[in-house]
């Protein structure tokens, strides 16, 4: 209870109540005494020097108290000055902050503080310094907050700030500073900004501020700093925020900003650092740039400017910073940048520039990191880039650069990355870049290179990607590869590495990706490679491996990617495969693979690229838990020694979108799953076993004996044979018949239509009657995508059509025959109707009642 006396004694009971509220771990508050008569000695707490003292000053920050501060603050009513920042108080804060009418100096800041801003404190018409950043306030300004007519400094950042800012902050003329980043602040900047006319710091990045720049910001001629990246403002920059003539620093990057660069911001002669990046600006960089004197740090990049680098950029002679890319920039790098002898960072990556790097570039003393990667440069690299510079990243891949490799690009010892791959560059690396003590990161692909491995790479305590593919190397791969001890990336494929792959890379402890495909590697994979416990992907693939895999490869358990295709490596498949868990996709096929596919394998439930066997000599039935592979996406199994039935657990595979089980010994129907049954034919060829699908229905009743079994499929053979020849003739005579009742017409040749329809069969569904006209819709006017034999003198089509009933009683329901015949000739008719019969009699269901071919030609013999 707060006793009702007056003076020191009431105020010091209010403090002992606040006390009472926080929690102390570390006794900062233990002189808080009770029993004294005034607490104008306790720590943190300042009194005025009048004959009536009172506190004025609670200083409690950087003391890691925590607890909650209680509404006795309320009854500090002379306190000027409150600061409980830094520490870890919680809760709200109460609204009894409003009763301290005195206060000037509220600093809650890096606290923990929830709820909302206290509509209450609209009353402290005295307070100038309001920070309340890093804490967890919620909800928006209060509507009043203009009511602060004294206030200074507003600082609120980081904390979950939400609704739009009220427009009575145009009442705030004293406001120097406003920081309200880092919040969930929405709806647009209020144009009542421009009422703060004592503005020196606009400060509200990472909101979600939408809508325009308001155009009144230009009003605030006091301004050195505009923060508002990372929003959602659109529309164009105002041209207005040129009269901000004092401004410093101009951040509108992560934006949806349009429309071109305004000329007028090259009147701003203070910028120091202008970032537009990440935006949709579009236009060009306007020459007036050039007029911007103080500039330290220019970055338009990530838009979509267009035109040429001006030259008039070298006007500002203190530029250190020039980020231009991902734009639409073409033409060529002005010589004139080269005169900048204070640049330090340049990245002009990712656009269409030509020509060849300026030679004055090795000249810049400061340059520490040049990126002109995917343009379009040509010509030599200035071979004296880094006798001048101190260099820590190069990278000017991706381009048509010519010539050798400069030799003195880590001259001054500070090379962490150099990227120059896929290039047109030849000769040696340099014994510089291999002497390169701080090199971490060595990316020389796709270039015409030539040597051997260097050895002495493997010397550099700090290089941990090493990129040499698509090169002309050769030699042998050294042993010294195993002192690479922080190598996490070693790419050497397509080259010509020759010799065994040393035992030694088992010492590659770090090691995440090995690619040393399309070489000339011999011998056997040694075991020492799957001490590697931390690869994540492994490219053998294309070499002259020899001998069995290793049954070690089990405990590769990050392998997410394994390649051994196109080898000779022979034996069994591990059943150690199994334990591959994370693997995504698994390429063996083109070996010597025997025996057969493991049962294990269907444990690789992240299996999702592909599994490939295809071209080994495995045997055996295809185990049913490949079933379990439900995220599989390609299955290839063809050119093997297989047998038995395809698994029906198969049907699991629901993700498959290729496959191919061609060229084994497989038997039986086809597992009902969509891919199986519609897909092209050439998925299944060389298995005269089975059926389903594209190979037609199964057979009812399966046969007792092996006799059984081979006249069942001599029946289905003629029986295939006999509708066709039927469905052929019928065409043929439908074509005779034509060309003799017409007269002599250019027909278009079959030939010219294409063959490429990836098709393998369609089933056309019975209709009451058919015609001609479907017999040319059903075959896709005869394509070859239907055509299952070829015999000499024409070929046999697959089609299915309707049954013959209304033929039977030989009537004839519209359409029937082809329009362009003389339908009034009888005789005719009777040929056309009779050749029919013969056809339809071809596709009955049961092979009994099909005709033989003897029947068939004698048939057509007597319909003359």
């Not at 005494?33 to 009172?54: L, Q």
């Not at 709806?187 to 004592?198: A, F, K, Q, R, V």
């Amino acid at each position: 209870m707060v006793h009702q006396s007056l003076g020191l004694k009431a105020e010091g009971q209010f403090l002992l109540d606040l006390r009472g509220k926080f929690v102390d771990n570390y006794n900062h508050l233990s002189d808080w005494n009770p029993n004294d008569s005034t607490p104008c000695g306790w720590k943190g707490v300042n009194c005025t020097n009048d004959y009536n003292p009172v506190v004025w000053s609670l200083d409690l920050s950087y003391m890691n108290l925590s607890g909650s501060l209680s509404p006795s603050i309320g009854g500090l009513s002379s306190l000027i000055y409150l600061d409980l920042s830094f520490n870890r108080f919680s809760q709200n804060i109460p609204s009894e902050i409003g009763n301290c009418s005195g206060l000037k100096v509220l600093r809650l800041n890096n606290n923990q503080f929830e709820g909302q801003i206290p509509v209450e404190v609209v009353k402290l018409s005295s307070l100038s310094i309001f920070n309340i950043s890093n804490n967890r306030i919620s909800g928006s300004f209060p509507d009043k907050i203009g009511d602060l007519l004294s206030l200074t400094q507003l600082i609120a950042y980081s904390n979950n700030i939400t609704g739009p800012l009220p427009a009575s902050f145009g009442n705030l003329k004293n406001l120097i500073v406003f920081r309200a980043g880092q919040n969930l602040i929405s709806g647009s900047l209020p144009p009542e900004i421009g009422g703060c006319e004592n503005l020196q710091i606009l400060g509200l990045a990472q909101n979600q501020l939408g809508m325009e720049i308001p155009r009144e910001v230009g009003m605030l001629k006091y301004l050195t700093d505009i923060i508002l990246w990372g929003n959602q403002l659109s529309g164009s920059i105002p041209k207005e925020l040129s009269n901000c003539k004092n401004l410093v620093t101009l951040a509108l990057y992560d934006n949806y900003l349009v429309g071109p660069i305004p000329e007028e911001l090259g009147d701003l002669v203070f910028l120091e650092k202008l970032y537009l990046y990440r935006n949709l600006l579009n236009g060009t960089i306007p020459k007036e740039i050039g007029n911007l004197s103080s500039a330290v740090e220019i970055d338009f990049s990530e838009n979509m400017l267009t035109g040429v680098i001006p030259t008039e950029l070298a006007k500002i002679t203190g530029l250190q910073l020039l980020y231009l890319f991902k734009n639409e920039l073409t033409g060529v790098i002005p010589d004139e940048l080269s005169t900048l002898v204070n640049l330090t960072r340049v990245d002009l990556s990712i656009n269409n520039l030509t020509g060849s790097i300026p030679v004055g570039f090795q000249y810049l003393k400061q340059l520490i990191m040049l990126q002109l990667f995917n343009n379009l440069f040509n010509g030599n690299i200035p071979q004296g880039l880094g006798v001048y510079g101190n260099l820590w990243v190069v990278d000017l891949s991706n381009n048509y650069l010519t010539g050798t490799i400069p030799p003195h690009l880590c001259r001054n010892g500070n090379l962490f990355l150099l990227n120059l791959r896929s290039n047109n560059l030849s000769g040696y690396i340099p014994t510089g870049i291999i002497n390169c003590k701080t090199l971490a990161q060595l990316y020389l692909a796709g270039n015409e290179l030539i040597g051997s491995f260097p050895a002495d790479l493997c010397k550099l305590v700090n290089l941990s990607s090493i990129e040499l593919g698509q090169n002309k190397f050769n030699g042998p791969i050294p042993p010294e590869i195993g002192n690479c001890h922080v190598l996490k990336r070693l790419h050497l494929p397509d080259n010509y590495f020759i010799g065994e792959l040393p035992k030694e890379i088992g010492k590659l402890s770090e090691l995440v990706t090995f690619n040393i495909s399309s070489n000339l590697l011999s011998g056997t994979i040694p075991a020492e490679i799957f001490n590697c416990t931390m690869l994540q992907r492994l490219d053998l693939s294309q070499n002259n491996f020899v001998g069995a895999l290793p049954s070690e490869i089990g405990g590769l358990s990050q392998l997410e990617l394994l390649m051994l295709s196109d080898n000779q490596i022979s034996g069994i498949i591990p059943l150690e495969m199994g334990n591959l868990s994370r693997l995504t996709e698994l390429q063996m096929g083109g070996n010597l693979f025997s025996d057969r596919i493991p049962a294990e394998m269907g444990s690789l439930s992240s299996l999702q690229i592909a599994l490939n066997l295809s071209y080994n000599n495995l045997s055996g039935s295809i185990p049913g838990e490949l079933g379990n592979l439900v995220l599989l996406e390609f299955l290839l199994l063809n050119n093997n020694h297989l047998s038995g039935e395809i698994p029906g657990s198969l049907m699991n595979l629901s993700s498959l979108l290729g496959c191919n089980f061609s060229y084994n010994d497989l038997k039986g129907p086809l597992p009902s799953l969509p891919l199986f049954l519609n897909t092209c034919n050439n998925c299944f060829l060389g298995n005269d076993g089975l059926c389903g699908g594209p190979f037609g229905k199964c057979s009812e009743s399966p046969s007792s004996s092996a006799t059984e079994g081979k006249n069942a499929r001599l029946g289905k053979i003629i029986a295939i044979v006999a509708a066709f020849v039927g469905g052929v003739s019928l065409i043929l005579v439908i074509m005779v018949i034509y060309f003799m009742r017409r007269p002599v017409e250019t027909v278009a040749p079959l030939q010219d239509k294409s063959f490429s329809s990836p098709v393998s069969d369609i089933y056309f569904s019975p209709k009451e009657g058919f015609t001609f006209q479907d017999l040319v819709a059903a075959t896709d006017n005869f394509d070859d995508r239907f055509v299952i034999g070829r015999g000499a003198c024409g070929a046999v089509y697959r089609v299915v059509l309707p049954c013959g009933l209304t033929i039977a009683v030989h009537t004839l329901s519209p359409g029937i025959l082809d329009a362009r015949l003389n339908l009034d000739d009888e005789s005719t008719v009777s040929h056309m109707i009779t050749v029919m019969k013969i056809a339809l009699l071809c596709t009955s269901t049961s092979p009994f009642d099909r005709p033989t071919m003897r029947e068939v030609v004698w048939m057509l013999i007597e319909s003359k």
